[in-house]
């Protein structure tokens, strides 16, 4: 049962109140019957009585007259009693019976006195009888001197001398009446003062389920049972209000920095922009990543995660009430800073009040500069990288989810900004936007086939042959547009496309370089391998089925890795690259001299090539010192570790001619073609192959 149903001591008085009124009417009406009953047989009562005494008149007039003789004084005597209104009849016999002188009456009335008579006859004693129609008819003996000369009956109408009890009860009825309507109010007032403590627990009650756990407790001093469940109802509703306060806490407070959470942090947002009508309502919502605390925290135990992440929630309400200060000096309370953790390595931060990009910016500026400040923590010092995005709201969103979204996606943007800080402008939005197109178009286009591998040759610089290629993805849309790499591999990485598009590729190739081995056109081929895709576990398993599937030998395929995803985790690298490489499966380098080598690391990693990055041959183009010397050094490294040097982008001849002095293995760029399609360099295998058997038979 719900406290709400608690209604019912508004029906216990109701009910009390028409139970105690209808007793009272009851009793009322049963006394009131009872004394009318009582009057009524009364006044019978009386009526016999009253007619014994004339009949018993009667009979003594009657006893002269017979005594005396005068039988005709006594017929006319008798016409006198008989004579008036309510006597129906006089009747008189003598000893014997026999009728001595009568008068009035009809048949009925006459048998009716006959039977009194009778009966006066037979016991000697007086007698009445009511006729059918309530007439009386009362009888006496005539005695005289102590002889019985005969029977006097008379007969009265109904009601001759009845006596109506009814008015003469009136007052008294009244007086009852309107003693039984006090008692009623009385009992009325009674009951609902009774009931009145009963009714303010029903009101609380209510009360309890309209406003929730806020409501004041209920003070009832009653000293009887209710008072015990008023006092046992408070304590419930103390424990219900601990335990909603606990839930709220759970529900809207990060347990470990005690910030508010999302949920809590865009319900207040939401509640300043329903209040924010001026310029001075309104504010900025940054939200700031630190970059590496994600990485940070799978190297801590959980006891010094809570610690770390204590100390950055710290450094960021410093940052907050710096800048609070020198923002808001006076009516603090409705319009207080916000900071909250969105996310486990997102903080946010509303600032009310800041409405102009200009000073948005120099606030989130401040709290960002905080945040990239190094933490000093258990001796070490530690720098997350943090970046910030910026909206300004009501401008940048009518709600907060859309401003948070907005500072979100400036965050996005921040992260390629040298100052890792971007405000949100309608150019992100518009760009977002093409990138949700892009992303739409790419999942129809995967499905379509329209994501195929082009082979770019790489040449042997010992002999000039194209023994080899790398495959490099190209969107062929059905209008013939070629869209490069660039453009659709980033977009492919954050959607999580570039796995299904990566094994597309990968299938691709793998059966292209198995028909051409099968043509009598052998070629290594390598591939390109993203940093998500490295980080798949399932990785080394999928190529190999695919390569398995197609037929191609393990050996013929190379899987190009950059510089920068090997260096990120040498050792996962080391657990991925194994089991492959195991199978005769070969690894390059990608982009070496890009990145930061750890050269310890380098020489334990099972790399059977290393690509020079295109940007030294560039280098050596502008003849820049350096070059000659730096391409010299991978190139001794790379003899050192047993490896063989792919030279990228090599654009002239004599970029080409310099490579191979130096004892680099292979060359590709476009001095030798760019990538084209399949069977475009199936042809140029064609027609190497057609060009050195013109070359034999010329010789
Ligand atoms: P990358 O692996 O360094 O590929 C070499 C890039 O240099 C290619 O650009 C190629 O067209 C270009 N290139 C080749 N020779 C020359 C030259 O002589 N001069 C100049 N200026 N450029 C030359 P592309 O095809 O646009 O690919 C760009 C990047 O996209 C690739 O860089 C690679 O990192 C990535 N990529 C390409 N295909 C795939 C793929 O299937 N999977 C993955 N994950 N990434 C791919
Ligand atoms: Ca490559
Ligand atoms: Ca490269």
């Known amino acids: 049962m719900s406290i709400a149903n608690l ?20 009793t009322a009406m049963v006394t009131a019957a009872t004394i009318v009953f009582g009057a009524q047989n009364e006044s019978a009562r009386r009526e016999v009585n009253i007619a014994s005494d004339l009949t018993a008149h009667l009979a003594t007039v009657a006893g002269n007259f017979i005594a005396s003789g ?3 004084g006594l017929a006319a005597f008798v016409e006198i009693p008989a004579s008036r209104d309510s006597v129906r009849r006089v009747s008189l016999r003598d000893d014997r019976g026999r009728p001595l002188a009568a008068a009035g009456g009809s048949p009925e009335d006459e048998a009716t006195t006959n039977r009194v008579a009778e009966r006066v006859m037979a016991t000697g004693a007086p007698a009445h009888l009511r006729s059918a129609d309530g007439g009386l008819a009362s009888g006496a003996p005539i005695i005289r001197e102590g002889r019985r000369l005969g029977v006097a009956v008379m007969m009265w109408d109904a009601d001759a001398y009845r006596f109506n009890a009814l008015p003469a009860l009136a007052p008294f009825l009244l007086i009852l009446g309107c003693l039984t309507l006090a008692a009623i109010w009385l009992t009325a007032r009674v ?6 403590p009963l009714n303010e627990l029903a009101r609380y009650a209510e009360r309890v389920a309209a406003e929730g756990h806020a409501t004041p407790p209920i003070d009832l001093r009653t000293g009887d049972e209710i008072e015990a469940l008023a006092n046992a109802l408070n304590s419930m509703m103390g424990k219900l209000d601990r335990s909603m306060r606990r839930i709220q806490e759970i529900a809207f407070v ?3 920095t005690q910030l508010p959470n999302y949920d809590r942090f865009a319900r207040e947002l939401d509640f300043r922009i329903l209040q924010a009508r001026g310029e001075d309502e309104a504010g900025a919502v940054a939200v700031f990543e630190l970059r590496r605390l994600s ?8 006891g010094a995660e809570r610690d770390f992440l204590r100390v950055v929630a710290e450094r960021l309400a410093g940052a907050v009430r710096s800048v609070e200060h020198s923002t808001r000096p006076r009516d603090k309370g409705k319009r207080s800073f916000i900071a909250a953790r969105l996310s486990a390595a997102e903080f946010a931060v509303f600032a009310p009040g800041v409405a102009s990009p200009a000073d948005a910016v120099l606030f989130a500026q401040h709290v960002n500069t905080a945040f990239n400040h190094p933490f000093d923590w258990r001796g070490h010092k530690l720098t997350l990288g943090a970046a910030c995005g910026v909206a300004l709201a009501p401008r940048d969103g009518r709600d907060a989810d859309c401003v948070i979204r ?5 965050l996005g943007a921040a992260h390629a900004d040298p100052g890792r800080l971007k405000l949100f402008t309608q150019t992100l939005d518009r760009e977002a936007v093409a990138r949700l197109t892009l992303e739409r178009e790419m999942r129809s286009a995967l499905e379509a086939n329209e994501f195929r591998a082009y082979f770019q040759p790489k040449i042997n610089l010992v002999n000039g042959r194209i023994e080899a290629c790398e495959a490099l993805a190209r969107w062929v849309r059905p209008d013939r547009t070629i869209i490069g790499p660039s453009r659709f591999i980033p977009v492919a990485e954050e959607s999580g496309l570039i796995g299904p598009l990566s094994d597309a590729i990968m299938r691709e190739v793998c059966w292209k370089a198995a028909a051409w081995g099968r043509g009598g056109h052998p070629a290594n081929v390598a591939v390109n391998v993203s940093a998500l895709q490295f980080r798949d576990d399932r990785f080394a398993e999928r190529v190999l089925g695919i390569v398995q599937h197609a037929g191609l030998a393990p050996q013929r395929l190379e899987l190009e890795i950059t510089e920068s995803v090997v260096m990120e985790d040498p050792d996962r690298a080391m657990r991925v690259i194994r089991p492959l490489r195991d199978a005769g499966v070969r690894f390059a380098i990608d982009d070496f001299g890009c990145g930061h080598s750890n050269l310890a690391a380098l020489s334990r990693l099972p790399f059977d090539v290393i690509k020079i990055d295109q940007q030294f041959v560039r280098a050596l183009e502008r003849g820049e010192q350096q070059a000659p010397a730096i391409i010299d050094m991978i190139l001794a490294l790379a003899r050192t570790l047993d490896m063989e040097v792919v030279a990228e982008g090599v654009e002239r001849r004599d970029e080409a001619i310099f490579m191979a002095g130096r004892g680099c293995d292979w060359a590709q760029g476009f001095l030798y073609g760019a990538a084209v399609s399949a069977p475009e360099f199936a042809e140029m295998l064609r027609e190497q192959a057609r060009a050195a058997g013109k070359a034999v038979n010329a010789a």
């Open 7 to 26: 209604r019912a001591p508004r029906g216990l008085a109701a009910r009390a109140v028409l139970f105690a009124t209808s007793l009272l009417l009851v």
């Open 295 to 302: 990485k940070l925290m799978q190297t801590l135990d959980a």
């Open 191 to 196: 009951v609902r003062r009774a009931l009145a």
């Open 406 to 410: 907005r500072a979100r996606m400036a």
């Open 70 to 72: 005068d039988l005709p």
């Open 254 to 256: 990060d347990p470990v």
